[in-house]
């Protein structure tokens, strides 16, 4: 183990902060360690956006169905796929290239690189924080508060703050689920999820003292037919995205 190691093995989402600033020096460097991320031939797909306006945090609050943390948050950060600015100034292009589904893909895994890396900057110096991605419950009215330009998307909000709470650590899938070797073996696949499942109704029983007793598979199916937010497609592709 080395720090960096324990820093990764001990992530939990922050969802209450102290009510302690973040200092500027402390956001740049956040910021600067988020643009140190990999990305795709180096084409930096992404923007991010920091929160500053209260009033623009209550409304990002209300759009992500209430959730308080991104009101309350100190620092709250938008972090948007970008292909405008490549479509703009790269050379010798062709500008449909920006809509089509790869160059989109590209741009979502750079944006979430670059936040990842932010996060991980953020908890090694004392913060805490959560991703929000309640924010797509309407991308329209997003795009149009923050002034996005064509090919902009929002994707999620990094919101974080100095600990006030701690909530522990959340079971993750048993490694032999996820990492497979050479080759898809799921032939153990229906075992490892039903140890699963009981490794997560064990989890919140304890966490909420028995009211919630729910199994990873039944949680993810409720949560996701809760919001199949199909609106979201539809918008990306107003906005220049995935025409092809
Ligand atoms: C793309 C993405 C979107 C998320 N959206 C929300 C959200 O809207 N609200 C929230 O409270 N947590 C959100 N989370 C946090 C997850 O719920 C959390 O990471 C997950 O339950 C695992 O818990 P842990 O981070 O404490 O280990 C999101 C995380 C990711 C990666």
């Known amino acids: 183990m080395n720090d960096t190691i324990n820093l990764l093995m001990n992530h939990m989402s922050i969802r209450k902060y102290k009510d302690q600033k973040v200092e500027k020096e402390i956001v740049d460097t956040i910021i600067k360690c988020g643009q140190m991320a990999p990305t795709s031939s180096h084409f930096q797909h992404y923007t991010i956006i920091e929160i500053k306006d209260q009033s623009k945090k209550e409304f990002l609050s209300?759009?992500?169905?209430?959730?308080?943390?991104?009101?309350?948050?100190?620092?709250?950060?938008?972090?948007?796929?970008?292909?405008?600015?490549?479509?703009?100034?790269?050379?010798?292009?062709?500008?449909?290239?920006?809509?089509?589904?790869?160059?989109?893909?590209?741009?979502?895994?750079?944006?979430?690189?670059?936040?990842?890396?932010?996060?991980?900057?953020?908890?090694?110096?004392?913060?805490?924080?959560?991703?929000?991605?309640?924010?797509r419950n309407d991308v329209e009215a997003l795009s149009k508060?923050?002034?996005?330009?064509?090919?902009?998307?929002p994707l999620c909000?990094?919101?974080?703050?100095?600990?006030?709470?701690?909530?522990?650590?959340?079971?993750?899938?048993?490694?032999?689920?996820?990492?497979?070797?050479?080759?898809?073996?799921?032939?153990?696949?229906?075992?490892?999820?039903?140890?699963?499942?009981?490794?997560?109704?064990?989890?919140?029983?304890?966490?909420?003292d028995g009211k919630t007793q729910d199994t990873w598979t039944k949680r993810s199916g409720s949560y996701l037919m809760a919001k199949t937010r199909d609106e979201v497609g539809v918008f990306f592709r107003k906005i220049g995205f995935l025409k092809k």
């Open 62 to 135: 209300e759009i992500a169905g209430g959730q308080r943390w991104v009101k309350e948050a100190p620092l709250v950060l938008l972090f948007c796929a970008d292909l405008n600015r490549g479509k703009k100034y790269f050379e010798d292009t062709d500008k449909e290239v920006f809509s089509n589904t790869e160059c989109y893909t590209v741009a979502v895994i750079d944006a979430s690189l670059a936040l990842q890396k932010s996060f991980i900057a953020a908890q090694s110096l004392g913060l805490g924080g959560v991703v929000v991605g309640g924010i």
């Open 145 to 153: 508060e923050f002034k996005l330009p064509e090919m902009v998307a």
């Open 157 to 208: 909000l990094l919101c974080l703050g100095y600990p006030d709470e701690n909530p522990g650590l959340k079971p993750r899938l048993p490694q032999e689920e996820i990492h497979k070797v050479d080759f898809y073996d799921d032939s153990n696949q229906e075992l490892l999820i039903n140890e699963y499942n009981q490794t997560v109704k064990d989890y919140y029983i304890e966490r909420t």
